[in-house]
């Protein structure tokens, strides 16, 4: 098959089915529809690939990622809010010397 190439070499070719095999994850399944057809169009050969047969789909699969990373960002964002507002009305009975809500928080995580 590919004779140049060492055992390892062959062995990710096989392997490998994917191009974005870090991309396809739980995070991203929105983009796993459009990550198959960049697949699928780079698959057609490296001329169809060179000459920018695949340029249109390669955008909406950036497209895709950005607005899922962008969805990710602001959920971890509200939590921090969150996370930060309890820590804060922790610290706040903590300076009129009440500890209890201290033990409440360190046991709930």
């Not at 990373?69 to 009305?89: D, F, V, Y």
């Not at 922790?90 to 995580?109: C, H, I, N, P």
């Amino acid at each position: 098959m590919w004779a140049w190439l060492e055992p390892h070499d062959q062995y990710w070719r096989r392997v490998s089915t994917r191009m974005h095999s870090h991309l396809h994850t739980k995070d991203n399944v929105g983009c796993e529809e459009i990550m198959n057809a960049l697949d699928e169009c780079h698959a057609r050969g490296f001329l169809y690939k060179a000459v920018g047969g695949c340029n249109d789909i390669k955008r909406e699969v950036n497209k895709c990622l950005s607005g899922e990373r962008q969805r990710k960002s602001k959920k971890n964002r509200e939590t921090s809010l969150e996370r930060r507002a309890r820590i804060e009305a922790v610290w706040d009975k903590m300076d009129q010397g009440d500890y209890s809500a201290l033990e409440r928080f360190t046991k709930q995580q």
